[in-house]
């Protein structure tokens, strides 16, 4: 299938980690490096109160409370929560850490929810619940026309906003902490003076916090790296070791925004694996977190178009849509109406008109959202491509094949000439091109582009990622409609193995490669594996996005052709293709969708033969 690039745009990642992508400089991670670090710590922590006229900001020395300092019974992990707590606090006159009695221990089940991706309470029941899930993103929803490449690789699949730059926060705070030792000291206070040891404990549990923010941020480059390369199972163990860092670092009973951003790009990932379920569920998480923070309107706003995102995978189309203008409303009114993430919003919105029928709205939204990104970005930025090939998928959707050209080798030229020859992007959109030119029958030209996406998947990705096993997907199509058959099978067959090993059997990418397989057969005429193979791949469609989706149709409507036309059950096919059009009518695809047109005329002409050979029975012919 065309990669449908739905969401290929991002801001750069670098901006919220360290600039050291080299992974193999991050090490496995000990979580218990704060309680090990404060071990040694007297079990009470005191509160010290700066003077209004210091500025948090800089420059100013802490000065002693009125009160002076107060002794206060608490135990090493209140210690780290509070300190952590107090470097986002916006007021001047604020304690750098309270007792555990004095703040409460307001401990739940958040963070054991978050991390297991259970779902905390909801604040976004107004939308439809989660029925089934699997599929993906704008780079991923399988057709039932041909197999579809997952995320583009290059990181801009999605936005994220980072809550605080934390290491910089933690090594000012330690800045003050010096200054507030030097205070004391030049006030003539002796190293073993009560207040200069509690100070320099409040050094030493920040110094343990701020290691500890370090570590996660290693952490969450590491990841990044792995997802760029579609490393996606390691991208998450390294996102989840981060994870377990920072509640161990905010403490398990709070929220806090830094912890809902690494939720988000789990659940992101997770996303675009197809595990749906999961995805939302961290997802859901994040948005709770992110809601509950004040002035966090463009990651909540991220959050809740990445929730769209799922429910559009997913084909709950009408979820979808509520979400994504949502996150519409949240941007425009942070970003204005020229912005590209708010070019991101309308795309996404048009992409689910596109799938409901509505392609002349769709379009439009699809033009505004690339005059914005052009406006704002440039003619031949990378966002621009990524535009350009959701148009062109549009196109080719509609039968409109030579502006799905037109659309595709714009992108082509643009992702060359900003990414180079090799690049994942450049592969996808060679992958397109190749569709192109499968359907006019020019098989030579599909073979060429399809051996070259291929080329650099392989180079780029691995043998094993998914999309290498995409590409030859698609070249055994070229194989399957020149009469090739035995190269198909042997191709498909690889496919298969390397899907379901990597994927599991209930995989929508499964789906697609055993509906290909079964029309291997049914042009060798040996319809008897045909149907079953037909039939496996139904059942793995609904098993996989639920009975409604509207590639659960377009499979239907496959096989009620083959029942028509192969074993003349016209009483199945007619089954199948009413089954087809509920579905469509279920997601309010217009009646003059081509899908739709097309299934509506084969119900009539079966009933129409129906109605003949009963009358011929009649008659007595």
């Given at each position: 299938?065309?990669?449908?690039?739905?969401?290929?745009?991002?801001?750069?990642?670098?901006?919220?980690?360290?600039?050291?992508?080299?992974?193999?400089?991050?090490t496995e991670i000990n979580t218990?490096?704060?309680?090990?670090?404060?071990?040694?710590?007297?079990?009470?922590?005191?509160?010290?109160?700066?003077?209004?006229?210091?500025?948090?900001?800089?420059?100013?020395?802490?000065?002693?409370?009125?009160?002076?300092?107060?002794?206060?019974?608490?135990?090493?992990?209140?210690?780290?929560?509070?300190?952590?707590?107090?470097?986002?606090?916006?007021?001047?006159?604020?304690?750098?850490?309270?007792?555990?009695?004095?703040?409460?221990?307001?401990?739940?089940?958040?963070?054991?929810?978050?991390?297991?991706?259970?779902?905390?309470?909801?604040?976004?029941?107004?939308?439809?619940?989660?029925?089934?899930?699997?599929?993906?993103?704008?780079?991923?929803?399988?057709?039932?026309?041909?197999?579809?490449?997952?995320?583009?690789?290059?990181?801009?699949?999605?936005?994220?906003?980072?809550?605080?730059?934390?290491?910089?926060?933690?090594?000012?705070?330690?800045?003050?902490?010096?200054?507030?030792?030097?205070?004391?000291?030049?006030?003539?206070?002796?190293?073993?003076?009560?207040?200069?040891?509690?100070?320099?404990?409040?050094?030493?549990?920040?110094?343990?916090?701020?290691?500890?923010?370090?570590?996660?941020?290693?952490?969450?480059?590491?990841?990044?790296?792995?997802?760029?390369?579609?490393?996606?199972?390691?991208?998450?163990?390294?996102?989840?070791?981060?994870?377990?860092?920072?509640?161990?670092?905010?403490?398990?009973?709070?929220?806090?925004?830094?912890?809902?951003?690494?939720?988000?790009?789990?659940?992101?990932?997770?996303?675009?694996?197809?595990?749906?379920?999961?995805?939302?569920?961290?997802?859901?998480?994040?948005?709770?977190?992110?809601?509950?923070?004040?002035?966090?309107?463009?990651?909540?706003?991220?959050?809740?178009?990445?929730?769209?995102?799922?429910?559009?995978?997913?084909?709950?189309?009408?979820?979808?849509?509520?979400?994504?203008?949502?996150?519409?409303?949240?941007?425009?009114?942070?970003?204005g109406n020229d912005h590209p993430?708010?070019?991101?919003?309308?795309?996404?919105?048009?992409?689910?008109?596109?799938?409901?029928?509505?392609?002349?709205?769709?379009?439009?939204?699809?033009?505004?959202?690339?005059?914005?990104?052009?406006?704002?970005?440039?003619?031949?930025?990378?966002?621009?491509?990524?535009?350009?090939?959701?148009?062109?998928?549009?196109?080719?959707?509609?039968?409109?094949?030579?502006?799905?050209?037109?659309?595709?080798?714009?992108?082509?030229?643009?992702?060359?000439?900003?990414?180079?020859?090799?690049?994942?992007?450049?592969?996808?959109?060679?992958?397109?091109?190749?569709?192109?030119?499968?359907?006019?029958?020019?098989?030579?030209?599909?073979?060429?582009?399809?051996?070259?996406?291929?080329?650099?998947?392989?180079?780029?990705?691995?043998?094993?990622?998914?999309?290498?096993?995409?590409?030859?997907?698609?070249?055994?199509?070229?194989?399957?409609?020149?009469?090739?058959?035995?190269?198909?099978?042997?191709?498909?067959?690889?496919?298969?193995?390397?899907?379901?090993?990597?994927?599991?059997?209930?995989?929508?990418?499964?789906?697609?490669?055993?509906?290909?397989?079964?029309?291997?057969?049914?042009?060798?005429?040996?319809?008897?594996?045909?149907?079953?193979?037909?039939?496996?791949?139904?059942?793995?469609?609904?098993?996989?996005?639920?009975?409604?989706?509207?590639?659960?149709?377009?499979?239907?409507?496959?096989?009620?052709?083959?029942?028509?036309?192969?074993?003349?059950?016209?009483?199945?096919?007619?089954?199948?293709?009413?089954?087809?059009?509920?579905?469509?009518?279920?997601?309010?695809?217009?009646?003059?969708?081509?899908?739709?047109?097309?299934?509506?005329?084969?119900?009539?002409?079966?009933e129409k033969s129906m109605h003949?050979?009963?009358?011929?029975?009649?008659?007595?012919?």
């Open positions: 299938m065309a990669l449908k690039c739905m969401e290929t745009f991002d801001t750069d990642d670098s901006l919220m980690h360290n600039n050291n992508n080299d992974v193999s400089f991050v218990s490096i704060i309680s090990d670090a404060n071990a040694s710590f007297l079990n009470e922590v005191q509160t010290l109160t700066y003077d209004k006229k210091s500025d948090y900001d800089g420059g100013g020395v802490p000065a002693l409370a009125p009160d002076k300092l107060r002794m206060q019974n608490n135990n090493n992990d209140s210690i780290i929560s509070t300190l952590s707590d107090s470097l986002y606090t916006p007021e001047k006159t604020r304690p750098v850490a309270v007792s555990a009695k004095k703040r409460g221990h307001r401990r739940n089940n958040n963070f054991h929810n978050a991390r297991h991706g259970k779902k905390l309470s909801s604040k976004i029941s107004s939308h439809q619940k989660l029925d089934r899930v699997s599929s993906h993103d704008n780079s991923s929803r399988p057709s039932s026309r041909q197999s579809h490449f997952s995320h583009s690789t290059d990181g801009r699949d999605y936005n994220p906003l980072l809550t605080h730059d934390e290491t910089r926060e933690y090594e000012h705070a330690l800045q003050r902490y010096g200054d507030e030792l030097r205070s004391l000291r030049k006030a003539g206070y002796t190293v073993d003076h009560p207040e200069v040891v509690a100070a320099l404990r409040r050094v030493h549990a920040l110094e343990s916090i701020a290691d500890a923010v370090r570590q996660s941020e290693e952490l969450h480059a590491a990841a990044h790296v792995y997802e760029l390369k579609g490393s996606h199972d390691l991208a998450l163990k390294k996102y989840k070791k981060a994870l377990d860092l920072k509640m161990g670092i905010f403490g398990e009973g709070r929220s806090h925004p830094s912890v809902a951003l690494t939720l988000h790009k789990i659940g992101v990932v997770l996303w675009k694996s197809g595990a749906y379920d999961d995805a939302f569920q961290y997802l859901s998480n994040s948005l709770e977190m992110y809601k509950a923070s004040q002035g966090k309107d463009l990651e909540t706003a991220e959050t809740v178009h990445s929730i769209g995102l799922v429910y559009l995978s997913m084909g709950q189309f009408n979820s979808a849509m509520g979400y994504f203008k949502e996150a519409l409303k949240l941007r425009t009114g942070v970003r993430d708010v070019a991101r919003s309308l795309i996404s919105i048009g992409m689910v008109l596109d799938e409901k029928g509505k392609h002349t709205k769709a379009m439009r939204h699809y033009r505004d959202g690339l005059l914005m990104q052009k406006a704002s970005l440039g003619g031949d930025h990378v966002d621009v491509a990524a535009t350009l090939n959701v148009i062109g998928v549009a196109h080719e959707k509609w039968g409109e094949y030579d502006a799905a050209m037109e659309s595709y080798s714009e992108a082509l030229w643009i992702y060359r000439s900003c990414l180079g020859n090799n690049h994942v992007d450049v592969a996808v959109t060679l992958n397109n091109v190749g569709q192109i030119h499968r359907y006019w029958g020019e098989f030579t030209e599909a073979m060429k582009a399809y051996q070259e996406a291929l080329r650099i998947m392989r180079t780029v990705l691995g043998e094993n990622h998914r999309n290498v096993a995409t590409a030859v997907h698609n070249i055994a199509l070229v194989y399957t409609y020149t009469k090739d058959y035995d190269k198909a099978i042997k191709l498909f067959r690889e496919v298969l193995r390397a899907q379901r090993d990597a994927l599991g059997d209930e995989h929508v990418d499964i789906a697609v490669t055993l509906e290909s397989f079964g029309e291997v057969y049914e042009k060798k005429q040996k319809y008897d594996r045909a149907v079953r193979l037909y039939t496996k791949a139904l059942r793995v469609r609904r098993l996989a996005l639920g009975k409604h989706h509207i590639y659960v149709a377009i499979t239907l409507d496959r096989l009620g052709r083959f029942y028509n036309d192969k074993l003349h059950d016209k009483e199945e096919a007619l089954r199948r293709f009413t089954e087809a059009l509920e579905v469509y009518q279920f997601n309010n695809v217009r009646q003059d969708h081509p899908y739709v047109v097309a299934v509506l005329q084969r119900i009539a002409a079966v003949e050979y009963d009358a011929d029975v009649a008659a007595g012919c």
